[in-house]
């Protein structure tokens, strides 16, 4: 069974700048949830979909945003971007089930992303 | 104050060692409790998952939840160099609460 895939690896922005994500969750997972890793802050939480809608949110800015296909792909958005953008974002999935019951996460191998 | 407290290390161990990470927490809420390992460049991968007090075991693996006290141990015997990496502690209530991660490396 394929692994959470996320694209891209790498990517290069300048400030004021956007970026899209993109995120295949593990098939047959109907969750996938979103964090942002950096060396200070370690993993911080920015939000979780199941079945197309936003069920949980951490503490960012509104710059940041996401979506979820039908088919549980989901994208993550950064608009306007700053320096303190710069980390690895990180895609989880999860079966979902009813409510997010703490399922097992499984991660993706992350894009890096550099704001210059 | 963090919701999960996690020592950075790095730690540096002989190979064979016994290696010890652990996990402080203040969140009584909290419910399941993993372990997860993270290569450099990759994402995190699940080593161990706990929903209660107690121990697991998985193979070198101890999982070990103390709620109580609000700490979780991971215990790695007879550690190997390909056990170097960054240790994550999670824990679940609502929202996954995530470690900064301890840096391990094991000497050959």
């Known amino acids: 069974k394929a692994g959470v895939t996320q694209t891209p690896r790498y990517l290069i922005k300048t400030r004021g700048q956007q970026v899209t994500l993109s995120c295949s969750p593990i098939?047959?997972?109907?969750?996938v949830s979103w964090y942002q890793q950096t060396p200070g802050q370690g993993l911080q939480f920015l939000f979780e979909?199941?079945?197309?809608?936003?069920?949980n949110k951490g503490n960012f800015p509104g710059r940041f945003s996401g979506r979820q296909f039908s088919n549980s792909r989901s994208e993550m958005n950064v608009s306007t971007l700053e320096l303190g953008d710069s980390a690895l974002y990180l895609c989880?999935?999860?079966?979902?089930?009813?409510?997010?019951?703490?399922?097992?996460?499984?991660f993706g191998s992350g894009t890096q992303l550099s704001v210059l | 104050q963090k919701e999960v407290e996690q020592d950075p290390g790095p730690l540096s161990v002989p190979e064979g060692a016994i290696v010890s990470l652990n996990c402080t927490y203040s969140n009584s809420a909290f419910q399941y409790f993993m372990w997860y390992r993270q290569y450099s460049r990759k994402g995190p991968e699940l080593l161990m998952y706990?929903?209660?007090?107690g121990n697991k075991e998985d193979g070198r693996f101890t999982a070990q939840v103390d709620k109580s006290s609000k700490y979780i141990s991971l215990f790695i015997r007879d550690s190997q160099p390909s056990d170097s990496a960054t240790y994550l502690c999670a824990m679940f209530a609502n929202q996954f609460y995530f470690g900064t991660g301890t840096s391990l490396t094991v000497i050959p």
């Open positions: 989880a999935s999860s079966g979902g089930g009813q409510g997010w019951s703490g399922e097992k996460l499984f």
């Open positions: 098939s047959g997972h109907r969750s």
């Open positions: 979909y199941f079945s197309e809608t936003q069920r």
């Open positions: 706990t929903y209660s007090s």
